[in-house]
Structures are given as C-alpha cells and as structure tokens.
C-alpha cells in the first residue's frame, strides 16, 4: 500500500483540484448551458439530450473538492468549494424554473418522473461512480470522469429542481431536491475517504480526525434511512401491483384478460381502477377481489373494477376488438374530460392551465378570478349550475377570497329565509378557501350562527360587539 501512494503526486493532485473549484465564468457559463440542455431533455424525454447535459455539467469539480478539502483540512479551500457549488446550483435552479414557466410544455415527462423518488440504490450508483471518479483523480486517470458524470448525473436531478419550482409540484420538487443531495453528499464524503485512503495529508489533530469520521459516518446512516424508507415504498407498490392483478385474475378463468388501469398509493384507502374482458359476467367479483387486496396488501383498498362481455369462442380477434372497444371508450372519456376542462375555463374566465382534472376520482376543480360585482353567493351559484350539466362528475369552484355576508338576520325562531341563505353561503365559501371565520355581533344570534355552522364542520371565532351579525374572513376588521 505503501508503494502505491508512494507514486501519487499529492500537490499535482490538489493543484488541478482547487483549479476544478474556482468560480469562473467558464464555471458559470458551463453551469448555464448544461441547465437548459438539461431541462429541455427532461421536457422532451429525450434521454440522449439529457445525457449531453450530464457531459458538460461541471458541477463534479467542487463537489470534490468538498471531499479533498475536507480530508486535508483546508477550510478555505472547504469554502471556495462550497460557494462555487452553491453559485452554480442556485444558477442551475433559476434558469430552469424560468425556462419551464415560460414553456408550453409542463408535463411530467417519464424523465422527470425517474427523478422524483430517489432510493437506497441511487446512494450505492453515487457510492461507487464517486470511488471510480476519485480513483481516476487521484491516478490521474481523468477519462473516467466522463462515465462518473453520466452515472452520478448532477444536472439532471437539479433541473427537475427547478420544473418542480416553476410549476410549484412539491412532490416533484422535494424528490430531485432529495436525489441532487445524495449525489451530492456520497461524491464529497467518497472523495474525502478515497483522499484519506491514498495518504493526503491533514493538519487535524487525532481527536478531530476521530470526531471528522464519526460525524462522516453519522451522515452516510441518515441518509441511507430515508432513502431506504422510499425503496421499501417502491418494493411495495411493485409487489402490490402483482398482487392486484393476480387476485383479479384468480376470480375470473384462463380465457379473460385484465387490464390494470391506476394504482392510487397515496389515496386512503388506497383506490384500485382495472378492466377485466370475459366470457361470463361475475357481479360478485369486485366485492371479493377487493375484499382478498385488503387483507393481502394489510391495508384498505377500494376498488373499481369494469367487466367487458365477451362471446364463447375465446377467438384472438374478439379479444382485439374489446381491446379497442375499451381503447375507444378511453380516448372518449379523457375527450370528454378535456371538454370538461375547456367549458370550466371559460366559464370561470382562467387559462385551461388553471383547471384541475381528476378523472380517476371523476372530481374537477377551478380557481375562479376576481370576477367585477361577483359576490361569493354569485360564485357558489354558477359552481351549482355547472354541477347541474355533470351529474356525474364533483366540481368545485374555487373562489377568491371575497366578502362574506355583512347581515345574518335571525327572528324569534332562529335565522330568517336570508339569514339562512347567508349562513348556507358561509358553510361553502369555508370549504373553498383556506381562511378563518369569524363571527361579529350580539352574544344570542353570533353563538347561535356558531352554533349552526358547527354542525357542518365549520370551525368558526366569535367576537362579540352590539348590532347584528356579520361574517368576516380571519383578521378582517382587527
């Protein structure tokens, strides 16, 4: 061992090392047209633009020098590192996220989506390309590089950073932001330990050595425990999809055909959607199939399962055509929502953008603008007459934050037609916008109004003053 880092030119190594982390505007520059190739790449889901992307990122060079820096113990060298990359990260970041709010296109493409929950083997491929990455450094092998980047693929993940932002997708956003840290982290502490293993020196004393390794460690443990929670999910959602389709086939003969169509995880209870062609209808089966997942999967499961008809031949051809049958159904049914969508834009005056549709739970919801003399009453009726043209569908219009009813009348008897009418328009407008309640009148008629609307799950302040009650948004008026 000691031969071989006898032959390791230490100062020639961490000359060209400190050269990797300068911020430069090569650096910069580099740092930019990596970003907008990455991002570009990811919205057309072209894998060989995203690994162009990945060539040029030069992200790797402060990253390992983090790692150099920290086994020597040169903490300026540490933070000329550490600025760099923050600097070019925060370029990566803002750059795409403006690119993707000025793109047509905001779909999450299958590239973006393999960026959004990193796992246990994403930290191993980091682990290992960082051992390969600081070997060839240290050896003064610098092809190998080129494969590391395309390995440990730094852009990529940032760049799914900033589609997250700019579309404000939190899931998306914390998922990249997760897999860019590991990355991140596993190159620097690798770079650290292949540096310590080959003899770098040091100036740290044994006792901070010592607590330097245990605080490297501690690092690696934390996170590998979330990153090993998210596999655990993923083995879970992949045995869970086997397990669905072979109980559904289980309750029908060898000559049917299941389609799984959605697999709703994140739902409670968890909500199952599949088609299933057959020969002989069996009503019973998707109260039984749903019964089997879930006590096989341990948890609720809802499921929805569509039989098709099919005659008794069993014949290739009569399974082709129930295929397009149901292909055909589909292509319907998302043109059908797409009209949906059209019909709620411009009825609530807001971009096609701004329409939400879920057409699993068959559930469509519309940020309404500030529509001039609209009152929120005026919003909770026109959401009432488009509900009335889709029995079939749940629609909710979301309003702004608009006056609340300044007049609950109350009689002997409790509130009045309008009073009732006011208290029904609070109840909805509670439901649609994430904003307290409070109730402003005479102690009788403000506890009472409390009181009614409390039997519909609406939590409500009271502040007592003399007159007749009014409802205000939380805040209003103090």
Known sequence: MRDVIGTVNQSQVIETRREDCLLSERYLFMTAMSAGIAVLGLLLSSP???????????????????????????????????????????MGIGLTALLVYMSPIQTITPEIAARTQPN??????????????????IRGREGTIVGVAIATALMPPLAVVGFGLATWNWTVFSGALLLYVTNLITIALTAWGMARLYGFKTSLSARNTIFQNIAVTAVFIGLAVPLGFSLQQIAFQTNAQRIVRAEIEEKFDANSRVDLGSIDFGAKPIKVSAS???????????????????????????????????????????????????????AAEQARAEDLGKRLALVAGVPEDDVLIDRTRRK??????????????????????????????????????GRLPANIEFGEDGPTPDGARALSV????????????????????????????????????????????????GGAGQ
Request: no cysteine; hydrophobic share 50%.
């Open 276 to 330: 299933v062609w057959t020969y002989v209808l069996k009503p019973e089966a998707e109260v039984e199939a749903e019964r089997a997942l879930t006590r096989e999967l341990g948890e609720p499961v809802e499921l929805t399962l569509t039989q098709f008809q099919g005659g008794s031949s069993g014949s290739a051809a009569e399974l082709a055509q129930l295929s397009a049958a149901r292909a055909n159904e589909e």
């Open 120 to 137: 246990l083997f994403d930290l191993f491929v980091a682990l290992f390309s960082a051992l390969a990455g600081a070997y060839a450094m």
């Open 364 to 401: 469509a919801m519309v940020r309404a603008e500030q529509l001039e003399g609209a009152t929120l009453a005026a919003y909770k009726a026109l959401e009432q007459r488009i509900s009335a043209t889709e029995p079939e569908w749940e629609i909710e219009l979301l309003p702004p934050a």
């Open 48 to 90: 060989a633009v995203v690994i162009g992307a990945m060539l040029l990122s030069p992200l790797m060079g402060p990253i390992m020098g983090l790692g150099f820096a920290l086994a020597i113990g040169d903490y300026q060298w540490l933070k000329q590192s550490a600025r760099s990359l923050a600097w070019g990260s925060l």
């Open 426 to 473: 609070i109840e909805w407008a509670s439901a649609r916008v994430d904003i307290p309640i409070v109730l402003v009148g005479n102690q009788a008629d403000a506890e009472a109004a409390a009181a009614i609307l409390a039997t519909s799950g609406v939590d409500v302040n009271v502040r007592l003053t003399s007159g007749p009650v009014r409802a205000e948004w």
